[in-house]
């Protein structure tokens, strides 16, 4: 209909890439890129509250999940015969959708930006 359901903004004086994601007027989340993690690309997804989620898996090959402590809260892959970026989100939980849907997005810009400029 029309509405605008999030926001997201980068901010600028971080280490590393750093976003905040708004939604209904108040920031919802914090997506931020670990920069020194070995062997394995991973970011955190700050929510308001104690229920953090993590990112994890192969972000160059567009397959990853996130999770929350030790349960997997939804699963990211990237449909590769598609005209577009097309990808299959599985979220475990409603209550995460918006969250996760807003990380996937960050998640592709960070990861896949110097394909865009190509």
Sequence with gaps: SGNELA??????????????????????A????????????????DVPGPDDLEATGNFLDYEYEFTRGDTVVARVSKQWFAWSDTYGIEVIDSG????????TVVIDAVCHQEERRG
Excluded: H, N
């Design 7 to 28: 926001f997201i903004k980068q901010r600028l004086l971080s280490w590393g890439p750093t976003y905040e994601v708004f939604g209904a007027g108040a920031m919802i």
């Design 30 to 45: 914090e997506v931020k890129k670990e920069l020194f993690t070995f062997f394995k690309c991973r970011f955190t997804v």
């Design 96 to 103: 995460d959708a918006l969250v996760i849907l807003t990380a």
